[in-house]
């Protein structure tokens, strides 16, 4: 049974970089084929696909996001990590983590609410 965290701060401020770290157990990171994702679903909106690290260590980035975004991977701990810079309120969400790629994913975390606020 593969099993997911999400982990890291809860408030943030305005213009500060974002940095969350999911832990995966039961499988791992770099089992062919697996992508591993960040989803984010604001207040009120539906989810939001962020981006993906894949089992090859390639990343792959939500296009109205990319230009703020970092996803990286520490194998050694089953662990991949998103990095969402220049964060504002309009980045207030539950952020969850999950395998699969952008369109369908299997197991989940149990997400983790990021507010921005001063």
């Known amino acids: 049974q593969v099993q997911l965290q999400e982990s890291g701060p809860g408030l943030v401020k305005p213009s500060q970089t974002l940095s969350l770290t999911c832990t995966v157990s039961?499988?791992?990171?770099?089992?062919?084929?697996?992508?591993w994702s960040w989803i984010r679903q604001p207040p009120g909106k539906g989810p939001e696909w962020i981006g993906c690290?894949?089992?090859?260590?390639?990343?792959y980035y939500s296009p109205s996001l990319k230009s703020r975004i970092s996803i990286s991977r520490d194998t050694s701990k089953s662990q991949f990590t998103l990095q969402l810079s220049s964060v504002t309120p309009e980045d207030t969400a539950v952020y969850y983590c999950?395998?699969?790629?952008?369109?369908?994913?299997?197991?989940w975390g149990q997400g983790t609410q990021v507010t921005v606020s001063s």
């Open positions: 999950a395998r699969g790629p952008s369109w369908s994913y299997d197991y």
């Open positions: 039961g499988g791992s990171i770099t089992t062919n084929y697996y992508y």
């Open positions: 690290i894949a089992y090859s260590g390639s990343t």
